[in-house]
């Protein structure tokens, strides 16, 4: 499918390019030999204009097909997306996440010191955008990192949901508890 819209896209691109030299042809021909220098630079503004709305339609067309793409990849109707996000995260230094959906491992990420710093000032990672039937799943989730006195930590979070007709959003939250000095893991539904 992808493989389509990319020669969708290069045909596009192609046809654009192709109709340009005659465009160059009509715009440096000259009318008259007796052609003022203001008048010599008119044709080539013209065309530097023409160049840059060609290049503008082959953007609009390649965001058009890349989300006519995502449409008919992931139909709302199947279409599950998995998040991953950090409450302070003091007490925890996000190394990895792997999550398995069904027992099958869907994403595996390691992060780096810049994304976790993303993550810390609220930032939101999609770790996974995949299809799944109607029904119900399990969703199982491995974080790994450093815990509480620089101790190597690995945790784990669960969740069973039923999956109906409209799209899932599932949110894999890191927070900090004072009250136990330990992060705790949870994965909350978005409806």
Same mark, same amino acid.
């Given at each position: 499918?992808?493989?389509?819209?990319?020669?969708?896209?290069?045909?596009?691109?192609?046809?654009?390019?192709?109709?340009?030299?005659?465009?160059?042809?009509?715009?440096?021909?000259?009318?008259?030999?007796?052609?003022?220098?203001?008048?010599?630079?008119?044709?080539?503004?013209?065309?530097?204009?023409?160049?840059?709305?060609?290049?503008?339609?082959?953007?609009?067309?390649?965001?058009? $097909?890349?989300?006519?793409?995502?449409?008919?990849?992931?139909?709302?109707?199947?279409?599950?997306?998995?998040?991953?996000?950090?409450?302070?995260?003091?007490?925890?230094?996000?190394?990895?996440?792997?999550? $398995?959906?069904?027992?099958?491992?869907?994403?595996?990420?390691?992060?780096?010191?810049?994304?976790?710093?993303?993550?810390?000032?609220?930032?939101?990672?999609?770790?996974?955008?995949?299809?799944?039937?109607?029904?119900?799943?399990?969703?199982?989730?491995?974080?790994?990192?450093?815990?509480?006195?620089?101790?190597?930590?690995?945790?784990?979070?669960?969740?069973?949901?039923?999956?109906?007709?409209?799209?899932?959003?599932?949110?894999?939250?890191?927070?900090?508890?004072?009250?136990?000095?330990?992060?705790?893991?949870?994965?909350?539904?978005?409806?």
């Amino acid at each position: 499918m992808f493989k389509r819209f990319s020669r969708v896209l290069a045909l596009g691109f192609v046809i654009a390019v192709a109709a340009m030299p005659a465009a160059w042809a009509a715009d440096a021909a000259p009318a008259s030999a007796a052609a003022s220098a203001p008048a010599a630079r008119a044709p080539s503004a013209s065309l530097d204009g023409r160049i840059q709305d060609a290049k503008l339609d082959v953007i609009k067309l390649n965001r058009d $097909l890349l989300v006519l793409e995502e449409e008919l990849l992931f139909p709302a109707n199947t279409q599950v997306a998995l998040f991953v996000s950090m409450d302070v995260g003091k007490l925890f230094e996000l190394d990895s996440v792997r999550v $398995l959906l069904d027992d099958k491992v869907v994403a595996s990420y390691l992060y780096t010191p810049l994304e976790v710093q993303a993550l810390h000032r609220g930032g939101v990672q999609r770790v996974y955008l995949g299809n799944l039937r109607a029904g119900e799943h399990q969703l199982v989730a491995f974080f790994t990192g450093k815990g509480p006195h620089d101790r190597d930590y690995k945790r784990g979070a669960t969740l069973k949901f039923e999956k109906g007709t409209d799209p899932k959003y599932i949110e894999l939250r890191i927070k900090d508890s004072t009250g136990k000095l330990q992060p705790e893991f949870d994965v909350k539904v978005w409806q």
